[in-house]
């Protein structure tokens, strides 16, 4: 199960207004590489794994990604803070004011509403594992994509962050897949259901 | 210390036992990895036992207590 800590994994100060990110945010927000598709995916896979290794580190990253969805949301609503209704219309974000007003919604920003197709689980551990190891990397560009569009640096320094946290989830992703495959090789265990 | 800095630290020693707890989960027979994620585990929950007692609770589900008021429901939350 899962306990909540009343603090952000990571700070996230926004010092002033910024529309035109808020709406990029969204991207990580409910975009098919963001952090709510890393976290159910990985929540979601770890019941069909059969290595502990496994089990533990797609529960502890998706845990993970679902404190860094909580930045995320986070950031876009600090970036809408104090927005005149001139300024929405001007940054294009009439749309989504009238379905959400100054809300977040797990979308990207593009305004496709966030869909389980934006995970997977074919339930073998080595598809799955391909899978995650792909998604980091997704998420990994998509971040550099925010970073350099980013005109603000306190939006951009923890989007850094989570940057670098995807690359050490990659890393970790590697780890669990030599183990699952050199435990093929020497169980031959093809039965798994 | 104060609510803020007392945040701070329990970030910090927070994500220093997030990262070696993935590597743990890849790295089991690590012996020194987990020696030093026992030493901050022990630092990091004496850290948060003093915010909860200090500054109100920063955990729920019964694993704070709320001394002479419901303090939970308090502002500020993380995202404001």
Known sequence: ?193 | MSNNSLIKEISEVGFICTDLNLYLDTHPQDMAARSDYNFFAGQLRALKDRYNMECGPLENFGNAINKDRWQWNDSPWPWE
């Open chain 1, 1 to 193: 199960m899962w306990i909540y800590e009343k603090r952000l994994i990571y700070p996230v100060n926004i010092e002033k207004p910024n529309i035109y990110m808020a709406k990029l945010l969204l991207a990580q927000y409910g975009g098919p590489n963001s952090e709510l598709s890393a976290g159910v995916n990985y929540l979601n896979q770890r019941y069909s794994m059969p290595n502990d290794v496994v089990k533990a580190i797609l529960t502890d990253i998706g845990t993970e990604e679902l404190a860094h969805w909580e930045m995320l949301g986070t950031m876009i609503r600090q970036c809408l803070r104090g927005a005149s209704m001139q300024e929405i219309k001007q940054s294009g974000l009439s749309e989504w004011y009238v379905s959400h007003r100054c809300g977040t919604f797990p979308s990207s920003q593009s305004g496709e509403p966030w869909t389980a197709a934006y995970t997977g689980c074919t339930g073998d551990p080595v598809a799955d594992l391909t899978n995650d190891l792909a998604a980091e990397q997704q998420a990994r560009a998509t971040y550099e994509g925010l970073i350099r569009v980013s005109d603000d640096p306190t939006v951009t320094d923890p989007l850094e962050f989570l940057r670098e946290r995807e690359i050490v989830h990659f890393q970790r992703f590697g780890e669990a897949l030599d183990i699952v495959q050199s435990d093929l090789k020497s169980n031959d265990n093809r039965n798994c259901n």
